[in-house]
């Protein structure tokens, strides 16, 4: 008998959370890439790729948006819907 997993690509990973989140109010990027980050420890993904990929997922699904990482320069980017 084997056990068989199935792989998860990051980006699925990033459209999962971004439709389990899909009645709040909005979707933090940084709760969001902690989120995978948390579930996905090997994610080689950097944070800006993540936000990214999050971004992207949140547009396709009319999810708005907070862009509230701290970025490499310290600052909090603001919410955008």
């Known amino acids: 008998m084997t056990n068989a997993f199935h792989s998860i690509t990051v980006e699925r990973a990033a459209e999962a959370y971004v439709l389990s989140r899909g009645r709040a109010r909005f979707l933090s990027i940084a709760q969001a890439i902690r989120a ?46």
């Open 36 to 81: 995978i980050r948390t579930l996905m420890p090997a994610c080689r993904a950097t944070d800006r790729e993540l936000e990214e990929m999050l971004a992207t997922a949140s547009i396709v699904h009319g999810v708005p948006v907070a862009f509230d990482a701290k970025t490499a320069d310290g600052i909090v980017p603001q919410l955008h819907s």
